[in-house]
């Protein structure tokens, strides 16, 4: 059987500037699915490939590719950025979708995969690629984040703008590319890997927090409650109503002053991921999903 899964571009993270999108998510899925279920062919599809094959299944995580599955076409639904919440094209788009007897609908938002009863897609990591490093003093910071700068300016401020603390920010918007190695050594070395999101109210399982997890990495992250569901007391949160900077300043301290209680929440937290979120127990959750 033949499985393709589409994208709008593909092998785009190469020049992003470190910054990692679905693409890095579906690599993910297609390696635990070529692992657990060899007898098929699963291959990944971008627009900007000028064609789009058609295929036995076809499971669509962005792009514009419609019903290529023979058998089956599944939707995962990823735009979280929109600005009339639920009451929007996108979200009737998918209503009238699943209609059609052999389509099926996805989100990574827990919020609309309570609401509208479709299957939460979960962080799906690839340890080979994201692994814990020798730690670095020349990436031993403070406080780093890593992503792109799409956010609230006035939210980031309050993020990133950490008096008396050495802060890394890198990626896409920040004018400081990145390698995937040096990701890997500022996960493993900063005392702090910041997480915030753009609408928290929608509780998008977004794969950084997992990805810094599974380097070993201490993570200080806007509160969510899927977050909190799946990492507990191995993450520290900024809560609703905290102030940013002065929790994280808060945490910073706490760390410096018990390094042992930091080194326990970070070995348990990669343990999570290990156990959890690696790709092929989350592709093997997909691929039974599909197949019910």
Known sequence: MKIGLYLDKINSFTHCLGVYGEEILVDAYIKGLRKNYPENTFNKYG??????????????????????????????????RIEDDLQTKIVK????????????????????????EWQ??????????????KFNQLYNFDVSYIGNNIKDLEKSKQYLGIQGAKVGVFGHGFNKPISHKDSLNIYT????????VIRPELDVLICRPYQIASCKGFIVSEWTESLEKNFGNTIEYVRPGQNPSLRIKEVLAQIKGNTSKAKQQREEAYK??????????QAEKLWRWINE
């Open 47 to 80: 627009d900007n490939m000028g064609f789009t094959p058609v295929v036995d299944i076809a499971i669509y995580f962005s792009g514009n590719a419609k019903n290529k599955g023979k058998q089956k076409n599944i939707y995962i639904q990823q735009n979280y």
């Open 120 to 133: 939460l897609i979960e962080p799906c990591v690839d340890t080979d690629l994201f692994y814990p490093v």
């Open 93 to 116: 788009q998918y209503k009238d979708i699943i209609r059609n007897s052999n389509i099926k609908v996805a989100t990574i938002s827990e919020k609309y995969s309570k609401e509208y």
């Open 272 to 281: 999570i991921v290990l156990e959890k979120f690696n790709c092929e127990i």
């Open 189 to 196: 070395s900063s005392f702090v890997n910041l997480n915030y």
